[in-house]
């Protein structure tokens, strides 16, 4: 039997939660949908049916948190699903403050509800203008966002886009697994929050190149080959006041994305920043970031030099298309011989982190689940969310799985084929231990 | 060459077929009336079907509740059937399914309905709540919200109280106004409630996998744990000293006789091939009757013998199952919505 696939809304009282829950009702989607709402809200729709529940935490074994289901959806969902004409697809709404675990783990927990239901998504609704005035003290937005494989920011016509891009690097710096979308009442795309698959980390990784790699102070390296004397790097207005930007001088066999060159910029990094204005002269290669000034509105233009030329690595603090950047020589655009982009970095101190685990190495499977079970044991309560993509040793398909706390749901997916076989693995949790989870899987090799 | 001392393996007999037939969706719930002359049926879409068991003939079939019927249950004096499901509401209705009262269910479904067994009082449950009624559908006693979603309903065999379990324990309210509602501690999810007939037990399913249950005169209370999936059966036989449950293929059988069931080995059934998922004691005999995931429904005569007797199918997972004790036969409805009618 196909299993039914389960969409969570999450987000805080007036994040728009039932905006979207009326888009995706209203739209001709020719779905039948069954909805689970935590009050009477304004849905009327006659397509879908809207049951009204109280949200039920039910503790299992002893109060623990990795075992809290939500007693109310297992009753309800297994009523409905004795009816002949099945619905195609479950909407569960939570309330404002709820922690995502117990919807979540129910569909783990049950024997019902994992044989009949799939958790196809947690979608989280992020106010774009108010979530910054509870993010660093409530426990429940930091959950709401650390559990999303869908993060929403609604309202953004309400936010300048500065703030917005603030916003954007905290939520994601937390969670760097979901997918984030940008929208105003709720207007996003249907397909990017329906049908997206628990098991969907592939997605992630194809959508943002680099995703999983180290997290850097920069969003972006390039390597080009510059002419002697100046070439100009011009920059529009964008989201920050200003930008940080490292140069280096690489020989030819050198490459600004390999991960030798980025530990290079990582140490320049550290050093003090030289303050620039715009139309002031820059030299390629310096031991020590510049900040570039880019308060001024309209195009900005900073000239780059160096007596020879020849092959450089550019390192910028933000993507390049928030700026409009490019580099120029004698009004001719320059093209990088390639690029990479990185995962925001930490903008702030906080609790809430996402740790990605990358490795070309093949990994020992029994290893694996040794490290994975004593991890769950000891840090289950700490690990929201977990994904991965596994080459196992002698396995001809890949391994995809996800985890709520300490359950966990993996299978064998499509075979590999010809494409690169490599592992992937996300964390989402609250302190976690990037050393000693790298250092743990990489002790997992086979 | 047979080993020496090996059992010859036992089949089982056949159930024999009186009548089959189909109400077309999910058995939601099945009972067989009093004096055994009808059943009533209900179904996921919401129809009430009342059905001659000699026969197999439908004497109506009615809408009765929009979107599902969730439970029913048939007046001990034949006369009145009380129905109730996802339009939030009971309905009370004659033999002849002339609809005689709509008992309202506040926003939520109605999910549970019982006759008391003097019959005068209907029991409905609604979300957090439990509500009394008279014969005619006129209320009696409401509770306030109970901690919980009530989840299960059983009326203590002298139709003095009705206990409601759910999240936290049991809830035993008395049909008289003035006295207090009395709360049977459990740290857990109750999924269901069952009295023994003597009324000295009441014992229930847990979500943790597990059977709990009180003895009522000390208030002493046990916990059968272990098994391997939340159980969702619970029987009592009529002499109260065998409880039959199942969170298994295997049915498990506690005996409630000298010290037991505490510290005694559990007889344990085997047959079904998958969960069983409905159980039933013969209201006079020793007889039981399982039914499955497996489309399996099974006779036992578990004093005797833990081989299965006679063995009857459906066509999927059996959903409801009941015994007409008057001429020896036994009904069975699965999920998609196959009735059939043995002769025992």
Not at chain 2, 75 to 90: F, K, N, T
Not at chain 2, 251 to 257: C, G, K, L, N, S
Request: hydrophobic share 40%.
């Amino acid at each position: 039997m196909k299993k039914i696939p389960v969409t969570v809304l999450t987000g805080f009282l007036g994040s728009g939660k039932t905006t979207l829950l009326n888009r995706i009702l209203s739209e001709n989607h020719g779905q039948r949908i069954a909805v689970i709402e935590n009050e009477f809200g304004e849905i009327g729709i006659d397509q879908a049916l809207v049951i009204d529940a109280d949200e039920e935490v039910f503790e299992m074994n002893n109060g623990c948190i990795c075992c809290t289901v939500r007693g109310d959806l297992i009753r309800i969902l297994g009523n409905l699903m004795k009816r002949r004409d099945k619905f195609d697809r479950i909407l569960v709404e939570t309330t404002g403050m709820a922690d995502p675990s117990p919807v979540a783990q129910t569909f783990f927990v049950d024997d019902d509800m994992r044989d009949m239901f799939s958790l196809d998504g947690i979608i989280t609704l992020v106010d774009a203008k108010h979530v910054m005035l509870h993010i660093d003290d409530s426990r429940e937005c930091q959950e709401q966002i650390a559990f999303a494989d869908v993060l929403v920011l609604n309202k953004i016509d309400l936010v300048r886009p500065e703030d917005l891009a603030q916003v954007e690097r905290r939520i994601r710096s937390m969670n760097r697994m979901a997918k984030v979308l940008h929208s105003s009442h709720a207007q996003v795309p249907l397909s990017s929050v329906l049908d997206i698959g628990g098991f969907d980390l592939e997605r992630a990784v194809a959508s943002k190149p680099g995703f999983l790699t180290p997290e850097y102070p920069f969003e972006w390296a390039a390597t080009f080959e510059l002419p002697a004397g100046d070439v100009i790097l011009s920059l529009d207005e964008g989201p920050d006041a200003s930008m940080d930007l490292v140069t280096i001088a690489l020989s030819a066999d050198e490459d600004a994305t390999s991960p030798a060159l980025c530990e290079r910029a990582l140490r320049v990094w550290s050093q003090p920043a030289l303050r620039c204005r715009p139309g002031s002269r820059i030299a390629l290669g310096l031991p020590q970031p510049v900040t570039l000034d880019l308060a001024s509105a309209g195009s900005m233009r900073y000239p780059l030099h160096s007596p020879s030329g020849g092959r450089f690595a550019l390192y910028t603090q933000h993507l390049p298309t928030e700026f409009q950047l490019s580099l120029q020589h004698q009004q001719v655009r320059l093209a990088p011989r390639n690029s990479q982009e990185f995962a925001a970095s930490h903008t702030h101190a906080q609790d809430v982190t996402s740790v990605g685990l990358h490795s070309d190495a093949p990994i020992d499977g029994e290893r694996l689940n040794q490290w994975l079970s004593k991890l769950l044991r000891e840090q289950g309560a700490a690990i929201f969310r977990m994904k991965g993509i596994l080459n196992i040793h002698g396995k001809d398909k890949r391994y995809v799985f996800q985890g709520v706390h300490m359950l966990f749901d993996g299978r064998e997916d499509r075979p590999w084929g010809s494409e690169a076989r490599s592992s992937d693995l996300v964390f989402i949790g609250r302190s976690l231990d990037r050393v000693a989870l790298q250092q743990g899987f990489e002790k997992c090799h086979a | 060459m047979p080993r020496v001392g090996a059992e010859p393996p036992v089949e089982p007999h056949t159930l024999t077929t009186r009548f089959r037939f189909s109400v077309a969706d999910y058995v939601t719930a099945l009972k067989v009336s009093p004096d055994g002359r009808y059943c009533a049926l209900g179904n996921g879409s919401g129809e009430l079907f009342l059905i001659d068991a000699a026969s197999g003939r439908v004497l109506w079939r009615e809408l009765a509740h929009g979107h599902g019927l969730l439970s029913l249950s048939i007046a001990p004096d034949g006369l009145h059937i009380a129905s109730c499901g996802q339009d939030a509401s009971a309905k009370l209705w004659n033999a002849s399914g002339e609809l005689c009262a709509q008992l309202p269910g506040g926003h939520s479904w109605v999910e549970q309905v019982a006759w008391s067994p003097t019959g005068d009082v209907l029991a409905t449950a609604s979300a957090r709540r439990v509500r009394l009624w008279t014969a005619q559908g006129v209320p009696l006693r409401e509770t306030d919200d109970l901690p919980s979603t009530v989840a299960g309903l059983a009326w203590h065999p002298d139709g003095s109280a009705v206990a409601a379990a759910g999240y936290g324990g049991v809830y035993i309210c008395p049909v008289e106004d003035r006295k207090a509602i009395r709360h049977l501690r459990w740290k857990g999810s109750l999924l269901s409630v069952a009295w023994s007939p003597n009324a000295q037990v009441l014992a229930s399913c847990s979500q943790d996998c597990s059977v709990h249950f009180w003895r009522l005169n000390t208030g002493r209370d046990s916990e059968m744990s272990g098994y391997p999936m939340k159980p969702k059966a619970l029987a009592w036989d009529a002499t109260s000293t065998l409880l039959a449950t199942s969170g298994h293929s295997t049915v498990t059988i506690w005996p409630f006789r000298g010290k037991g069931p505490e510290g005694s080995k559990p007889l344990q059934l085997s047959y079904h091939a998958a969960l069983c998922t409905q159980l039933a004691f013969h209201p006079r005999t020793t007889w039981l009757a399982s039914g499955g995931q497996d489309s399996a429904v099974v006779v036992w005569d578990p004093g005797r013998s833990r081989i299965a007797q006679q063995v009857g199918y459906l066509d999927d997972e059996i959903t409801a199952l009941a015994w007409q004790p008057q001429t020896a036969c036994l009904l069975a409805g699965d999920a998609r919505g196959g009735v059939a009618c043995w002769d025992v």
